[in-house]
Structures are given as structure tokens and as C-alpha cells.
């Protein structure tokens, strides 16, 4: 009887042992899911103080930079003290001044998305005199006066695409919209597509002029008047998917059936994925690169090596981590997680915006 009652209370130890290691996985492979496994998540050795500066808040992937550093800061044990925004690509005197306030508040790491690739140089400096680490966030910035960047290989997205197109087999004219003319991630996605075409006989690509602004109008119309040139066309590129979803407005006006392949995934395009109208988009995860911005800090503050940071080379003159392309097609544009790649939830609120 004594041994039955031993067996049984080692048996209950056991399955407690287990629920509990059960649980400690569980729990760890929730953390992971937010980082989609490309790093393991730590916490921060003493708490540390975060301004962001991004171009716009106009559309979820610049938002989701902004969730996901704020929403990883808390988990770290970091705190966003400001946001600020540019208002537009090209907007750089007005950036010049945020970086400057973020300064005067004493952050000790600024998240940078950059309103354009060059002239940064001595704003950044001055941050980095100042003992502040300075993380390019979501595009690049041309100066060597950056901490690291959590970015993605732009000329992949556009090879990503064209990619897409080719395996359909189904080839011809495919016109191209390459957004606005200085942004850097623009051109290098353009490059990547049209070098990417000529390794897929039968994709004729039509190179179009870069210019206008981001947007939907944009798309619509410069898709309006390709269309009307180049009436045979079968698909349509844009670097972004405000433009792309102009760019499907206006083949439906004009009843074609034209495919469309874009980037930066937004909620409003998630039904344009599941009629077809789109072909592919590529996920630009926006909440990841800001956990990840917020990770590799927690990290460098600590004076812990972040090994899967690349060294700077050719591509980018300060250490970079490129957040793989991760491509939503028809066929998996219900199941795609858009929570932890893109899309903040409904119930999140903005910090302080300046």
C-alpha cells in the first residue's frame, strides 16, 4: 500500500515536471513567433530610453515599425519616449529637426526610417557624438553614421517578383510603375525586376520613368495611360502596394485582365490577393523589423555580440540584418499571419506623435 502511494505521488511529480516543461516550451515558442524565428528573444540588462523617426504614418508597414518597437520595448524592458514624423519622402529638413529634438530628450537609441537615402551624414553624427546608437529601420540611409539596419535585400523583392511571374508561364508585356524618383528602395527593387526579367524568356518588360508620389491616385493613373499605350499587357510591377492597388483600380475600369505584383502588405489589399487581381505581393514585415531594431539594441547596450547582424560591405556602408522575402500569393492569402508580420492590431494606439 506504501509502495502504491509512492508510485503514485512520483507519477503526479512527473506529469507536473512535464505540464511544466510542457509550458515553458509553449511559452518560448510564442516568443519566438513573434520574431518568426530569426533571432532568440532576450531582455534588456538595464532599462534604456527609444526615439523613432519615420517618414510617414500613412499606411500599415510604417505603423507596424512603430507597433513593433513599441510593443517589443515593453517586453525587453525599454520605453518609447517619441515619435516622430517626416510627413512624406523627401521631407528631410523637417526630419533634420525631430532628430534633433530626440537628442535633447537623452534617448539612447534612435529608430530611423529615412525620408531620403542621402544627406544624413552630419544629423547622424551628431546623434552618435551624443553616445546615442542610431538604427536604420525599414530602408536604408546612405551614411556610415548608423549603428546597424533592420532592413530587406530590395533588389530581391524585385527578383522575388519577377520570379513569380515567370513560373506562371504564362508570359508577354509586363509594364512597370517604379515609384518615386530618390528613394533609393524604389530603384534598387526596379533594378532587381528588370534583371531579373531577362533571365525569363518571353517577359517583355517595358521600363517606365521614375517620378510622382506614392499613392493609389498615382497607380491609377499612370496604369490608365500604360494601359491605353500597351493594350496587350499582361501583367503590371509596382514597388508598393499603393501604387499596385491603383494600379488594379485601373484595370478593372478598363476590364483587362491584367495581374499585378507589388510589395508592402496592407489589409485593404488582402481581397485584391484572394480574387486574383494581384499575382503575388511580397511581405514587408514591418512589425518584425521593429522587434528586431529593438532586439539587436537590447543587445549592443549590453555590449552582447549580435551575431546575426552582417558586416557592412558593398550593399551597406554599417552592419544590417535583411529580414528574408516572404511572398502572400492567392494561395495563401488567408492563412498568412498578417498579425505578427504586418498589420498592428485594431485596438493599438499611436504613442505621442510629433
Known amino acids: ?112 526610417s529615412a525620408a531620403s537615402f542621402n544627406g544624413y551624414d552630419n544629423a547622424l553624427k551628431t546623434l552618435k ?37 515567370c513560373k506562371t508561364g504564362q508570359l508577354g508585356r509586363a509594364l512597370t510603375v517604379p515609384g518615386p524618383a530618390g528613394a533609393e528602395w524604389a530603384r534598387l527593387r526596379y533594378v532587381g525586376f528588370v534583371e531579373q526579367s531577362k533571365s525569363c524568356p518571353g517577359l517583355d518588360v517595358v521600363e517606365g520613368a521614375f517620378g510622382g508620389s506614392l499613392g493609389l491616385q498615382h497607380g491609377l493613373t499612370q496604369t490608365s495611360d500604360l494601359l491605353l499605350r500597351y493594350p496587350d499587357a499582361k501583367y503590371v510591377y509596382t514597388p508598393e502596394i499603393s501604387l499596385g492597388m491603383g494600379a488594379a483600380q485601373a484595370i478593372r475600369q478598363q476590364r483587362k485582365s491584367v495581374k499585378v505584383v507589388s510589395s508592402s502588405m496592407v489589409k485593404e489589399a488582402i481581397p485584391m490577393l484572394k480574387d486574383g487581381r494581384f499575382l503575388a505581393v511580397v511581405s514587408e514585415p514591418g512589425i518584425i523589423m521593429g522587434r528586431l531594431a529593438v532586439q539587436f ?26 529580414v528574408p522575402p516572404e511572398l502572400i500569393t492567392p494561395a495563401n492569402a ?17 504613442p505621442t506623435v510629433r
Open 1 to 112: 500500500m506504501n509502495s502504491n502511494k509512492s508510485l503514485s505521488a512520483l507519477s503526479v511529480r512527473r506529469m507536473l515536471l512535464l505540464g511544466t516543461l510542457a509550458g515553458a516550451l509553449m511559452g518560448s515558442a510564442h516568443a519566438e513567433d513573434r520574431l518568426a524565428g530569426l533571432v532568440q528573444p532576450v531582455k534588456a540588462s538595464k532599462p534604456f530610453r527609444i526615439g523613432i523617426a519615420v517618414v510617414h504614418l500613412q499606411d500599415d508597414f510604417y505603423k507596424g515599425i512603430v507597433y513593433g518597437i513599441e510593443d517589443e520595448a515593453k517586453r525587453v524592458g525599454a520605453e518609447v519616449v517619441q515619435v516622430s514624423v517626416a510627413g512624406a519622402y523627401g521631407n528631410v529638413r523637417e526630419q533634420f529637426a525631430q532628430l534633433e529634438a530626440l537628442k535633447a530628450l537623452k534617448v539612447d537609441m534612435v529608430a530611423f
Open 129 to 165: 557624438d551624443s553616445g546615442i546608437k542610431v538604427v536604420a529601420v525599414g530602408i536604408p540611409v546612405g551614411s556610415k553614421h548608423v549603428d546597424f539596419g533592420v532592413l530587406q535585400d530590395d533588389k530581391e523583392i524585385g527578383r522575388t517578383l519577377a520570379k513569380e511571374i
Open 297 to 322: 539594441a537590447a543587445r549592443q547596450l549590453a555590449g552582447v555580440p549580435a551575431k546575426e547582424l552582417k558586416s557592412a560591405d558593398h550593399s551597406s556602408p554599417y552592419p544590417y540584418f535583411n
Open 334 to 350: 488567408a492563412t498568412h499571419p498578417y498579425e505578427i508580420y504586418e498589420i498592428p492590431p485594431e485596438n493599438w494606439k499611436l
